[in-house]
């Protein structure tokens, strides 16, 4: 009989498609007869949960910084707030979940958004799920959702986070993994040849500018001092899935020859390959990514919510710089354009992401 896996995503940014997208390929590689599915689990756990969360969560990022701040601070890290909100949660989407898995009967579950895990988690602690649970945990710090005790395993990019997971779900497996993104990067590439297959210039710097997925943040002033930073450097300012910021930052830098805007690409294991520095606004698998190839990172500017926590493990682990203004961002590139570049070349030899996820499902754990 066909493994039958459930991958529970959210439409919240790359940062949780792309993770679904990547182990279902690895787990369709390592068994061509498996059946995956991948789910929005917020539009499962009924519109109410999708309003709330989904919905509203680009224009809380765009224009109410302080708003997601506020909120993230409620639901995450004050108890009381928290206990509502985890109550709020389960009151909306219980439901909806368990109808789902009766629908689709999966012998494991992979959820690659914090919300799906932690019902999930409480689901199975309670005995009311009898289905294994694997979080696939893309973020650095801030795991209160990500991470739960009722989870049966924790997959994680990152072996800084194994302490925070371990303080959540002590009896949980953790395996820090590979396959979490695209497989590219299991390959390392020289910054020479990323720079000939993108037919870029061998010399001079080359910095990029993200705002993940939805291009938020300070993309416009970053890019100013980028290109401030070093006359022969070239700037490319990645704008994401939002047409509207492409369009304002390719009129804004129109008559600028070395910033090119460019929108949503799947060439980003070359272009972290090509580059120099990353200054990039939102943490998560960019940033990781980023620190595969070797690239420099600057976490820029818009240190709201969970990006607050995951540029103070960028500090404390001194994984990358943490720029807030402009002024600290001119700073942060000098340094950054100075140090080596240092690929990591273990990377490739992690565990596989879908082969733990296919032992959950095997009973091998």
Same mark, same amino acid.
């Given at each position: 009989?066909?493994?039958?896996?459930?991958?529970?995503?959210?439409?919240?940014? *790359?940062?949780?498609?792309?993770?679904?997208?990547?182990? /279902? %390929?690895?787990?369709?590689?390592?068994?061509?007869?498996? *059946?995956?599915?991948?789910?929005?689990?917020?539009?499962?756990?009924?519109?109410?949960?999708?309003?709330?969360?989904?919905?509203?969560?680009?224009?809380?990022?765009?224009?109410?910084?302080?708003?997601?701040?506020?909120?993230?601070?409620?639901?995450?890290?004050?108890?009381?707030? @928290?206990?509502?909100?985890?109550?709020?949660?389960?009151?909306?989407?219980?439901?909806?979940?368990?109808?789902?898995?009766?629908?689709? #009967?999966?012998?494991?579950?992979?959820?690659?958004?914090?919300?799906?895990?932690?019902?999930?988690?409480?689901?199975?602690?309670?005995?009311?799920?009898?289905?294994?649970?694997?979080?696939?945990?893309?973020?650095?710090?801030?795991?209160?959702?990500?991470?739960?005790? $009722?989870?049966?395993?924790? &997959?994680?990019?990152?072996?800084?986070?194994?302490?925070?997971?371990?303080?959540?779900?002590?009896?949980? #497996?953790?395996?820090?993994?590979?396959?979490?993104?695209?497989?590219?990067?299991?390959?390392?590439?020289?910054?020479? *040849?990323? @720079?000939?297959?993108?037919?870029?210039?061998?010399?001079?710097?080359?910095?990029?500018?993200?705002?993940?997925?939805?291009?938020?943040?300070?993309?416009?002033?970053?890019? *100013?001092?980028?290109?401030?930073?070093?006359?022969?450097?070239?700037?490319?300012? &990645?704008? %994401?899935?939002? /047409?509207?910021?492409?369009?304002?930052?390719?009129?804004?830098?129109?008559?600028? +020859?070395?910033?090119?805007?460019?929108?949503?690409?799947?060439?980003?294991?070359?272009?972290?390959?090509?580059?120099?520095?990353?200054?990039?606004?939102?943490? %998560?698998?960019?940033?990781?990514?980023?620190?595969?190839? $070797?690239?420099?990172?600057?976490?820029?500017?818009?240190?709201?919510?969970?990006?607050?926590?995951?540029?103070?493990?960028?500090?404390?682990?001194?994984?990358? /710089?943490?720029?807030?203004?402009?002024?600290?961002?001119?700073?942060?590139?000098? #340094?950054?354009?100075?140090? +080596?570049?240092?690929?990591?070349?273990?990377?490739?030899?992690?565990?596989?992401?879908?082969? /733990?996820?296919?032992?959950?499902?095997? $009973?091998?754990?």
């Amino acid at each position: 009989m066909a493994t039958r896996v459930l991958i529970l995503s959210a439409g919240i940014g *790359e940062g949780h498609n792309l993770p679904a997208r990547m182990i /279902e %390929g690895g787990l369709l590689e390592l068994d061509p007869q498996c *059946e995956v599915v991948i789910v929005d689990s917020l539009a499962e756990m009924g519109r109410a949960s999708a309003l709330l969360i989904d919905d509203s969560s680009e224009l809380m990022f765009d224009r109410f910084n302080w708003l997601f701040d506020g909120v993230y601070f409620l639901v995450a890290r004050f108890e009381p707030t @928290r206990k509502i909100g985890q109550w709020l949660a389960e009151r909306l989407g219980r439901k909806g979940l368990l109808a789902l898995i009766a629908q689709q #009967r999966p012998d494991v579950i992979v959820c690659t958004h914090p919300t799906a895990t932690d019902l999930l988690g409480r689901l199975r602690q309670r005995g009311e799920l009898d289905v294994p649970v694997a979080s696939a945990i893309t973020d650095l710090a801030g795991l209160r959702y990500w991470a739960h005790p $009722g989870a049966d395993l924790h &997959l994680i990019t990152e072996e800084e986070s194994r302490a925070e997971v371990e303080l959540i779900a002590p009896a949980s #497996r953790i395996v820090c993994v590979r396959g979490m993104t695209s497989s590219q990067y299991e390959q390392p590439l020289s910054q020479a *040849e990323a @720079r000939a297959a993108l037919e870029m210039p061998v010399d001079g710097p080359l910095i990029l500018v993200s705002g993940g997925g939805w291009a938020v943040g300070d993309l416009r002033g970053a890019a *100013e001092v980028a290109l401030a930073a070093d006359p022969a450097g070239r700037v490319v300012i &990645l704008c %994401g899935r939002s /047409e509207q910021v492409q369009a304002r930052l390719s009129k804004a830098f129109a008559l600028a +020859p070395r910033a090119k805007v460019i929108g949503f690409t799947e060439r980003m294991p070359e272009l972290l390959a090509a580059a120099d520095v990353l200054v990039h606004s939102t943490a %998560g698998l960019t940033a990781f990514e980023a620190r595969v190839r $070797g690239c420099q990172l600057i976490s820029y500017g818009w240190g709201v919510a969970h990006i607050r926590l995951n540029n103070q493990a960028y500090e404390q682990f001194a994984l990358a /710089e943490v720029a807030p203004d402009r002024s600290a961002l001119a700073g942060a590139l000098t #340094r950054a354009l100075q140090r +080596p570049r240092t690929i990591d070349l273990a990377y490739g030899e992690r565990p596989s992401a879908a082969a /733990e996820v296919l032992a959950l499902a095997w $009973g091998e754990q």
